[in-house]
């Protein structure tokens, strides 16, 4: 099994949708992150979450909002989605201290029609 | 505001030729700078990474340069090879952030 798995791998949903993508983790890692993916701008972090009880935004989380289930679970959901979220999300996982290696998950592909 | 600046946003090279992505940051507090790898259909995966003590870093046909004062660093590919074409992020944080900043990617396709 993955390291780190997403559902769905792909989704299309209609403009105004909500929308829950999923996120566990096997690592045993505290830190877990949502990241989307757009060509020509990189991976962007939505939001991270370093425990079970502490949530904080990134740079853009307009639109979004998480949930932190247990260590090994963190969801991103698209409350009413829009077109322009249509992206490729990623999950992510690192542990703490002086090793910053990040786990990624095979990513969702997301399109808002 | 692009905190992570990376280029060129694509890039062709032949095989056994050298690939060399270039990044420029602007925040002198960033003290980790890892290379992500990522291919087709998969999540990004860490290549190699440097912290600004040190002006160079190689790990087999991979090399970060340094460069503190210009506040810039690179990875070069030597002898590339196809199952190298990928697309390339650099990244950085500081401190215990653990928030890694990406840069806008870079599209390689090594040719035979």
């Known amino acids: 099994d993955a390291d780190v798995t997403q559902t769905p791998r792909n989704r299309i949903t209609k403009t105004g949708k909500r929308i829950m993508l999923e996120c566990s983790q096997t690592k045993g890692h505290d830190r877990m992150y949502w990241y989307r993916q757009d060509p020509g701008l990189g991976l962007r972090l939505i939001y991270y979450s370093f425990d079970v009880k502490d949530i904080n935004k990134g740079e853009i989380s307009d639109g979004y909002s998480v949930s932190r289930q247990a260590q090994a679970k963190f969801s991103l959901s698209l409350e009413s989605a829009i077109p322009n979220q249509t992206a490729l999300y990623f999950c992510a996982t690192s542990g703490q201290g002086q090793d910053y290696g990040y786990t990624f998950g095979s990513g969702t592909r997301l399109t808002v029609v | 505001q692009q905190q992570v600046k990376q280029s060129p946003q694509s890039l062709i090279v032949q095989k056994g030729g050298i690939s060399i992505i270039n990044c420029a940051y602007e925040n002198t507090a960033f003290d980790y700078f890892p290379w992500y790898q990522q291919f087709p259909g998969k999540g990004p995966a860490l290549l190699i990474a440097?912290?600004?003590?040190?002006s160079e870093k190689k790990e087999g046909r991979f090399t970060i340069s340094f460069n503190k004062s210009a506040k810039q660093f690179s990875l070069h590919i030597m002898d590339s090879q196809p199952g190298d074409s990928a697309t390339y992020f650099c990244?950085?944080?500081?401190?215990?952030?653990?928030?890694?900043?990406f840069g806008q990617g870079t599209t390689l396709q090594v040719k035979p």
């Open positions: 440097i912290r600004p003590d040190v």
């Open positions: 990244a950085a944080t500081s401190g215990n952030t653990g928030k890694l900043i």
